[in-house]
């Protein structure tokens, strides 16, 4: 007897048909999560519908939504929310602060692993990388919301994104490949952030959906054969902002990283911890 199937479920098909207008990768999720807040079950099925419906979905690797309040909660990717570090979920380190408007660091020792090896699993010349920050605390140097080293402080290859960085006099920035290669720009404020490269020649910087920072540098470095972080990588070079959202998947245009943004904003404000 055959199983019905009622759409992919992250990693598998659904065999329980969800309900009345709910996404069966968001059920997933949900279920994986133990989201059991209506509001916040509502908040994730719009989001991955929102991301469908703009056709941004397909191009997601990892998704991290931040919801639910704890650390056993926001550890999962709602791409694929299997607890296995090979589906993307999050490692902790350090001391951050886990609560229902996010994963705070501290500035100090805290950062997590996404377990999404750069090299591997994304393409330089074709990928982005997004980080919701709910507040603006300056970042030390080489601190990042998003970034990967090879290895941390020697090598000449790397994926960063920054906030606001205080060696930078108050900049936003963004490097797929080489330092010397990126797109920045001033900035003192939280929001949302979006670094995308489309092409060698083309990365581009988004704060709330529109572009703020480009860079046409060729760019021929090959990205670090290491994990993805958050918030850092190591004691002592960690970021002290929250983070309400974080992404990493292909590279986004400038409409699909306003749509980004519509959807996420859209979340965020469900879930009252928009800025």
Request: hydrophobic share 35%.
């Amino acid at each position: 007897m055959a199983i019905l199937s009622y759409g992919q479920v992250g990693w598998r098909s659904a065999v329980a048909a969800p309900a009345s207008g709910q996404d069966a990768d968001a059920l997933a999720f949900i279920t994986a999560a133990t989201i059991t807040n209506t509001t916040q079950q509502n908040a994730i099925n719009t989001l991955v519908t929102d991301l469908k419906g703009y056709g941004i979905w397909s191009k997601m690797k990892a998704i991290y939504p931040f919801v639910g309040g704890t650390a056993a909660q926001h550890k999962f990717n709602l791409k694929d929310p299997r607890d296995l570090n090979e589906a993307f979920r999050l490692s902790y380190n350090g001391g951050g602060v886990h609560s229902p408007t996010g994963y705070a660091g501290n500035a100090s020792n805290a950062w997590a692993s996404t377990n999404l090896n750069a090299q591997t699993n994304l393409t330089n010349s074709n990928l982005h990388v997004s980080f919701y920050s709910t507040t603006a605390s300056p970042l030390i140097s080489y601190s990042g919301e998003i970034l990967v080293d090879q290895p941390y402080g020697s090598g000449t290859s790397w994926l960063a994104l920054r906030t606001n960085n205080k060696t930078g006099g108050g900049s936003a920035y963004f490097s797929a490949g080489s330092d010397a290669v990126n797109a920045l720009a001033s900035n003192t404020l939280p929001g949302f952030f979006i670094g995308s490269e489309t092409s060698s020649t083309l990365r581009k910087l988004y704060r709330n959906g529109s572009s703020i920072a480009t860079n046409t540098t060729s760019d021929g470095n090959v990205l670090p054969p290491a994990p993805v972080t958050l918030l850092g990588y190591s004691a002592g070079s960690n970021s002290g902002n929250e983070c309400a959202f974080a992404s990493i998947g292909d590279g986004l245009t400038d409409t699909e990283a306003a749509t980004l943004y519509t959807a996420v904003q859209k979340y965020q404000t469900t879930l009252g911890r928009n800025v």
